[in-house]
């Protein structure tokens, strides 16, 4: 396994490849991210694998200073995975103007991104998406321009409104990638993984379940014929709050389009972010209503 730092070597370990395999991450690496790279692996390309905590992507109030780097362990564990090259750049090789006393990146263009990106964790966390496209576009172009001929990005559906917009945005910019999406890791509990699963208390990580648990059931009642999609967002809020929980919000969308889900929809997300203490959570579960 291959260790790069910069654009320039990157290029160099890259230019005889004609398959490339890629996937992002900001490392603090769990299963998932894992179960990402062995997906890397079935493709019969060179696997590439980014860690790069993207400062961009972190509003002023939010845990970047936090985030957790364990590089060392995070390079064990992608060379027991058998990625081939492991791109961990710093935060001047992707903003060349960035600024280390402030965090600033001074990266005065970015994605302009449709208004769904305001929606749902958009809404929370004003800026986030627009950071997250930008950066992933930055490290495609760093990571597919030598010019391979399969070029493949992978990512989980746990961020399943990321996994949308990137999509989006390879379609309208004409990317030659293809994205294949990972199914969402989970615990025996049921939580989705995470690396803000560490922030969680004992007692917390045993309450964190539920709010897979509580998209459950309400995939159940849609799927038994409830359609009151409202009723049943404001149910699930209610029985978190109740719970102590602090509901960013639960929702019913079409899967396709990622707006409010009508009774015409057949293939619909659930989709929830609620905090336990400090730690902010995501889920989801993806279905389709049968005719």
Request: net charge neutral; with cysteine.
């Amino acid at each position: 396994m291959q260790i790069v730092k910069t654009s320039e070597t990157l290029s160099q370990a890259l230019a005889k490849q004609t398959a490339i395999a890629f996937v992002p991450t900001m490392g603090n690496l769990h299963a998932g991210h894992i179960q990402l790279v062995e997906l890397a692996k079935t493709k019969n390309a060179c696997v590439v694998v980014s860690i790069f905590v993207n400062p961009l992507q972190f509003a002023a109030n939010e845990d970047l200073s936090k985030y957790p780097r364990t590089l060392d362990v995070d390079l064990a564990k992608l060379k027991a995975a058998g990625a081939d090259i492991v791109f961990t750049p710093s935060e001047q090789e992707i903003y060349p103007d960035f600024d280390a006393s402030t965090n600033n990146t001074h990266q005065s263009i970015s994605i302009n991104l449709p208004s769904i990106a305001n929606e749902l964790c958009g809404a929370a966390r004003p800026g986030h998406f627009s950071g997250m496209a930008t950066v992933v576009l930055k490290l495609f172009n760093l990571v597919f321009f030598n010019g391979a001929q399969t070029k493949i990005a992978i990512f989980g559906k746990k961020d399943f409104q990321q996994l949308f917009i990137i999509r989006d945005m390879v379609k309208q910019f004409n990317l030659p990638i293809e994205i294949m999406a990972a199914d969402t890791k989970r615990e025996e509990d049921g939580l989705a993984m995470s690396s803000r699963n560490g922030y969680l208390t004992p007692a917390q990580k045993l309450e964190a379940p539920r709010l897979y648990s509580e998209l459950s059931l309400l995939v159940d009642a849609i799927k038994q014929g409830n359609t009151d999609f409202k009723a049943l967002e404001a149910r699930s809020t209610e029985c978190l709050t109740q719970l102590g929980w602090i509901v960013d919000y639960i929702s019913v969308r079409s899967a396709q389009t990622l707006l409010p889900a009508t009774q015409n929809d057949n293939k619909l997300v659930v989709l929830g972010a609620a905090r336990q203490g400090t730690t902010r959570l995501i889920d989801n579960i993806e279905f389709n209503l049968t005719a």
